[in-house]
Structure formats: C-alpha cells, structure tokens
C-alpha cells in the first residue's frame, strides 16, 4: 500500500531527545565505571558483578512498562487523549510492584546469585552488597521509565531528557564525594539518590504540565485502557528485554569465571557499547510511538512508512559510531581505566565491538516497530533463540574453550545480534506489506 507522508523528520524530532535521555541513563553507568576505574580500580570486578543481576531486573521491567509507550500513542492516535492518564497511572503501578518485587529477589539471593554460577567466593562476597544497594534505585528507575514513556508517547521527551541530564549532574557529583572513601559501594549509593531525583521530579512535571488535564493527568475517575492492554504489549517485551540481559549477564557471569581482568575488561567493553545503544533505544522508541500512532489511525501505510524510516536512521547512526569508536580506541581505553594494561586490552578489541553495533541496534528497532503493530510474541522468540541459546553457549565456547577470553565473547554478541536482526527483518518485511486488517486492535 502506498504511503500518505514522509517520516524522516518525525522519526528525527523524536529520536533525538529520545536517545538524549537513553544516552542521560547510561550516562550513569559510564560515570559509575569511569570514576571507579580511576579512583578505586581494584573494585571494578565487584561494581560488575553487581550490576548484573541488576541489570536483569531492571531491563526486564522497563520491558514491562512499554505498554504505557504504545497504548498511550495508540490512544493518542484514536482521538482519545483523555485516557492517556490512565495509562500512566496503571503503569506507575505495575513500575512500583515490579520494582518491589525485583528488589526483594535480589535481597533474598543475596551472595548465591553469584557462587551459584561458579563465581569464586572472593569476588561474590564484596560483589553481593553492590547489588544490594542498587536494587534500591529498581523501583525507583522504573517509576522515571513509565513517566518517561508516557512523556514520549504525548511526544514531550525533552522533559525527561532535561530531568536525567540532570541526575546525571548529581550522580557525578556523588561519585566523586563517596567513591574516593568507600568504592564500588559509594558509587551504588549515588545511583539510588539520582534515582530518587529522577522519579520525584518527573511526576512533578508530569502533574504540573499545561496539557495535564487534556491527558486527563488528574481525572482520577476517567475510565480507558487496562492492565490487560498494558501487559499484551508489557509482557512480551519484559521476557523479551529480561532474556536479553540475562543472558548478557551470564556473559558476565562467564567473564568472572575467567578472572578479574577479564570480567573488568568485558564490563568496560560492554558500557560503552550499551551507551551507543542508546542511540538505537531512542530510534526504536521512534518507531514504537510513530507507529502505534498510525495503527491507531488506521493507516498501515504510514506504519510501514514509520517502521522503514527508522530503520535506515538507525543503520546510518551505527555506521557512524562504529567509526569513531575505532577511530578514538586508545583514547577510550584510557578514559575508562588507570591501568595500562587493561586500557590497552579494551583499545584492541574496540573493532569487534563496533561491528556489533549495526546488527544489535537493528534487532531492537525492528522488535519495537513489530510491538507497534501488536506482533509482541515474535520478537520475544527471536530473542530466546538468539540471546538465550545461541549467544551463552558460543560466549562460552570461545571465551573459555577456545581461550579467546573478551573476544570470544564480543564475538557471540555479534553472531547473536545478527541472527536476531535477520529473523526479525524478515518478520518486518511480511507485516509491512500485509494488509490493514492483519494489524491487531489494542486490547481494552
């Protein structure tokens, strides 16, 4: 079917503040790892370790809550702006238990989920209280997620791209107070306190907006979406995001079993990889809500227009910070690291990292662009079988069988991603072209 508009310009007036914001949150982590690792470099294992399991449960929330994103622009699409708020407010629910609960998990395993995993007890043991501390900041992160996706889908995302780039402010400026004294454990607690800041200020704007009542932010007995529509789009995606961090997790987990240098070495490499794939989150989170929009106003056209749109961006983005990201190797390594050594081993295997960048930031545009139009199931088996059972297992072939250490494991994230990108473009390819009534209506 022929298109009726252009999307370039759409795709980019909201991908830009998008990615800002995506950029602002693994801005975080970069300062977390960067001033550990040249003020208390010894700790960078512990900070690693205990950020996986972390990692886990807070991507497979934020996961959860894309719901709000989607049917909040789908909603947006119908001409029903009015219950946009009660979206939000199901979805600041669901952040709220799910962060909870993801809180308590984590409380509860404690040092086992490391040693579980054969990691030797010297490293699980300061490693454990890390992640105690940043399951605080999981409810709290999730909070600013659903404010955030719902600031997207009404297309006011520079709100929450100002409020993280200035927890981001805060976060430094806390790091460089308590790390000097108190390590890895200091740095946690300056990712609590910004997220504190992240998800008291953004439900303060979001109260205050003049558009509020239009949104119907306050109508506390407008009736709209519910849980179900929430959790069709939500559920799919938490398994999706939770499978994939996972298994980048058990990555980790396999790097640890190696040694420190190896484990320190793979968690630089893999922030600064996530920091470029938060250029692709904020294209994906594009594509989500451009889309949604058009399967609202029942115009499959524009949806495949929108979906295409971001893709290219997309690839164009990834060629270009692939190329810096080699161009600039040395420098990276040092900026991440005191030790020479380590600074020196990150700086050579920047190329492998860089070539992974095209296809696994294709793989969660694509997936978004599917969730758009109601296919959430797809992405999510793409995903297991890419994430889940082809990269551990190739991760761990190479890494520890093969001694190739931090590139074997670069190398499965490359082999995983295309795999994954591939299943799901072609996936793309026969819904773009399927007819309006292929494309599902939300569940109400």
């Given at each position: 079917?022929?298109?009726?508009?252009?999307?370039?310009?759409?795709?980019?007036?909201?991908?830009?503040?998008?990615?800002?914001?995506r950029?602002?949150?693994?801005?975080?982590?970069?300062?977390?790892?960067?001033?550990?690792?040249?003020l208390?470099?010894?700790?960078?294992?512990?900070?690693?370790?205990?950020?996986?399991?972390?990692?886990v449960?807070?991507?497979?929330?934020?996961?959860?809550?894309?719901?709000?994103?989607?049917?909040t622009?789908?909603?947006?699409?119908?001409?029903?702006?009015?219950?946009?708020?009660?979206v939000l407010?199901?979805?600041?629910?669901?952040?709220?238990?799910?962060?909870?609960?993801?809180?308590?998990?984590?409380?509860?395993?404690g040092?086992?989920l490391?040693?579980?995993?054969?990691?030797?007890?010297?490293?699980?043991?300061?490693?454990?209280?890390v992640?105690?501390?940043?399951?605080?900041?999981?409810?709290?992160?999730?909070?600013?997620?659903?404010?955030t996706f719902?600031?997207?889908?009404?297309?006011?995302?520079?709100?929450?791209?100002?409020?993280?780039?200035?927890?981001n402010?805060?976060?430094?400026a806390?790091?460089?107070?308590?790390?000097?004294?108190?390590?890895?454990?200091?740095?946690?607690?300056?990712?609590?306190?910004?997220?504190?800041?992240?998800a008291?200020v953004?439900?303060?704007?979001?109260?205050?907006l003049?558009d509020?009542?239009?949104?119907?932010?306050?109508?506390?007995?407008?009736?709209?979406?519910?849980?179900?529509?929430?959790?069709?789009?939500?559920?799919?995606?938490?398994v999706?995001?939770a499978?994939?961090?996972?298994?980048?997790?058990a990555?980790?987990?396999?790097?640890?079993?190696i040694?420190?240098?190896?484990v320190?070495?793979?968690?630089?490499?893999?922030?600064l990889?996530?920091?470029?794939?938060?250029?692709?989150?904020?294209?994906?989170?594009?594509?989500?809500?451009?889309?949604?929009?058009a399967?609202?106003?029942?115009?499959?056209?524009?949806?495949?227009?929108?979906?295409?749109?971001?893709?290219?961006?997309?690839?164009?983005?990834?060629?270009?910070?692939?190329v810096?990201i080699?161009?600039?190797?040395?420098?990276?390594?040092?900026?991440?690291?005191?030790?020479?050594?380590l600074?020196?081993?990150?700086?050579s295997?920047t190329?492998?990292?860089?070539?992974?960048?095209?296809?696994?930031?294709?793989?969660?545009?694509?997936?978004?662009?599917?969730?758009?139009?109601?296919?959430?199931?797809?992405?999510?088996?793409?995903?297991?079988?890419?994430?889940?059972?082809v990269?551990?297992?190739?991760?761990?072939?190479?890494?520890?069988?093969?001694?190739?250490?931090?590139?074997?494991?670069?190398?499965?994230?490359f082999?995983?991603?295309?795999?994954?990108?591939s299943?799901?473009?072609?996936?793309?390819?026969?819904?773009?072209?399927?007819?309006?009534?292929?494309?599902?209506?939300?569940?109400?």
């Amino acid at each position: 079917m022929t298109a009726t508009r252009p999307y370039v310009v759409d795709t980019l007036r909201l991908a830009g503040p998008v990615a800002l914001a995506r950029l602002g949150i693994i801005g975080m982590a970069i300062v977390d790892v960067v001033v550990v690792g040249q003020l208390a470099p010894d700790e960078l294992p512990h900070q690693a370790l205990g950020w996986a399991p972390t990692a886990v449960f807070l991507v497979a929330g934020i996961g959860l809550l894309q719901g709000v994103q989607v049917v909040t622009a789908r909603a947006i699409g119908e001409k029903k702006p009015g219950t946009a708020g009660v979206v939000l407010r199901r979805g600041l629910v669901l952040a709220l238990v799910a962060g909870v609960l993801s809180c308590l998990a984590m409380w509860i395993g404690g040092i086992n989920l490391f040693t579980a995993f054969g990691i030797d007890r010297s490293l699980a043991v300061p490693a454990a209280p890390v992640m105690m501390v940043l399951a605080l900041s999981v409810p709290l992160h999730l909070v600013y997620v659903a404010g955030t996706f719902f600031l997207e889908a009404i297309k006011k995302p520079g709100i929450s791209t100002a409020i993280m780039w200035a927890a981001n402010a805060l976060n430094l400026a806390l790091n460089l107070l308590w790390v000097p004294d108190h390590g890895a454990i200091g740095s946690a607690w300056a990712t609590v306190c910004a997220r504190v800041f992240l998800a008291v200020v953004v439900l303060a704007c979001i109260v205050l907006l003049k558009d509020a009542p239009l949104y119907g932010v306050r109508n506390f007995r407008a009736d709209g979406p519910s849980y179900r529509a929430l959790l069709g789009v939500g559920i799919a995606a938490a398994v999706s995001q939770a499978v994939e961090a996972g298994a980048f997790s058990a990555m980790t987990v396999i790097a640890g079993r190696i040694g420190a240098d190896v484990v320190s070495a793979y968690q630089i490499i893999l922030n600064l990889m996530a920091f470029v794939f938060m250029v692709a989150l904020g294209v994906a989170a594009a594509a989500a809500v451009l889309v949604s929009e058009a399967i609202g106003r029942q115009a499959p056209g524009d949806a495949a227009r929108a979906g295409w749109t971001a893709i290219g961006i997309n690839a164009v983005a990834m060629v270009i910070a692939g190329v810096l990201i080699v161009v600039f190797a040395v420098p990276i390594g040092k900026a991440y690291t005191v030790d020479v050594a380590l600074a020196a081993l990150i700086a050579s295997l920047t190329w492998i990292s860089a070539l992974a960048l095209q296809p696994d930031g294709a793989q969660v545009v694509i997936a978004s662009a599917l969730r758009a139009r109601g296919d959430n199931w797809f992405p999510t088996f793409s995903h297991i079988l890419s994430y889940l059972i082809v990269m551990p297992v190739l991760g761990y072939w190479l890494a520890e069988h093969q001694g190739m250490g931090v590139a074997g494991l670069l190398f499965a994230i490359f082999w995983a991603s295309v795999l994954s990108a591939s299943i799901l473009i072609l996936r793309w390819i026969v819904l773009a072209r399927a007819p309006a009534t292929a494309v599902p209506a939300p569940s109400v």
